[in-house]
């Protein structure tokens, strides 16, 4: 991998692939941290001692190259960590608890979750977590994100985003059991195309006004990331949060529909280049990991702020809502499959 290559790079020897860019191989068993041996022999004989033993993503893999330090000024006592694939990372560098979930709102969608028990679909990923290796971590890619989101935008003759939110909130949650499911270009979660939309009797119409629409594709596309990851594994519980970055988290009543959504509370941190702040947070950690924890490590950091509470009536309305959607979402899907 790129990842055990560039560690391998400083130390000037073979560096180990770690447990989390090594759960995206499929090669690996990730709930016995090892290589599995059957999916080892469908692709090469001997690869088990090709790829080398896993490890922790914050273990100290030694000392850097002699080579480094003689030509660049490197201390001799400088230690390197193993490295990690970019995903991985950004969930370090976001600073992610047990029972997180990470929403990165982009022109693509991303979501990171915080797994104690994981549960392998084909839609998303499962990876072992960077930062704690007991655990997991799932993510889940989305094309339609604020591609889809400008789209409906323009198309509701919006002259801002300003505008948007105003929309957005002169609907009310749950969009009077309508519910709109947008795929602009091809979704990767799901495989599915095309412009649904489905009244409260769950009817298919043409057209929404331009309120009820911007509310079901916003209600909609979280909607399906709850699903999703509840699919996944993941259960929001009470000390829960949503930890929202990227450009539509600073869309106040964007957010508040994800908190009532998830039926938890939101926070923003307006944090650059995660990956390389998780990186660099992770090559601390593996200094320290045998005294301190990655939360202690990180403790002392700018907190994030709370942007969003859960309406109180939000679990009574987006429960049985969700039931539906998920119905409907299937049979999209479905019949994209064939």
Not at 83 to 108: C, H, I, K, T, Y
Not at 120 to 147: E, R, T, W
Not at 255 to 273: G, H, I, K, W, Y
Not at 295 to 314: C, F, G, K, M, R
Request: net charge negative; charged share 20%.
């Amino acid at each position: 991998l790129v990842s055990s290559f560039g560690a391998s790079l400083l130390l000037g020897n073979y560096a180990p692939i770690d447990y989390s860019d090594g759960s995206g191989m499929n090669l690996m068993d990730i709930q016995k941290r090892e290589w599995h041996q059957k999916a080892l022999d469908a692709c090469a004989p001997h690869l088990k001692q090709k790829l080398g033993p896993l490890v922790p993503s914050f273990c100290s893999l030694g000392s850097i190259s002699a080579y480094f330090v003689q030509r660049y000024g490197f201390s001799p006592q400088c230690k390197v960590t193993a490295f990690m694939g970019d995903n991985p990372a950004s969930l370090a560098g976001l600073r992610l608890q047990e029972g997180d979930v990470s929403v990165s709102l982009g022109s693509s969608d991303t979501l990171f979750v915080w797994l104690k028990e994981p549960k392998p679909a084909i839609q998303g990923h499962i990876f072992v977590n960077p930062v704690n290796a007991d655990d997991y971590m799932a993510l889940l890619c989305y094309k339609n994100g604020s591609f889809a989101r400008e789209i409906v935008r323009d198309r509701v003759r919006t002259q801002s985003w300003e505008e948007f939110a105003t929309l957005l909130n002169s609907s009310p949650p749950g969009n009077n059991g309508n519910i709109g499911i947008y795929f602009f270009d091809t979704e990767i979660t799901p495989c599915a195309i095309g412009e649904h939309r489905f009244d409260a009797s769950g009817k298919s119409v043409d057209a929404f006004e331009p309120a009820t629409e911007v509310r079901a594709l916003i209600e909609g596309q979280f909607m399906a990331k709850r699903i999703h990851a509840n699919n996944l594994g993941y259960n929001i519980g009470p000390t829960s949060r949503v930890l929202a970055t990227g450009g539509a988290s600073k869309n106040s009543a964007i957010l508040q529909v994800l908190s009532d959504v998830f039926n938890a509370p939101v926070f923003t941190l307006q944090t650059e280049n995660s990956a390389s702040l998780g990186a660099a947070f992770q090559a601390k950690h593996g200094l320290v990991s045998k005294s301190q924890t990655f939360a202690e490590i990180v403790q002392n950091l700018a907190p994030y702020q709370v942007a969003a509470t859960p309406s109180p009536d939000s679990l009574k309305i987006y429960t049985p809502l969700m039931e539906r959607f998920k119905v409907l979402e299937e049979k999209i899907a479905t019949a994209c499959d064939h």
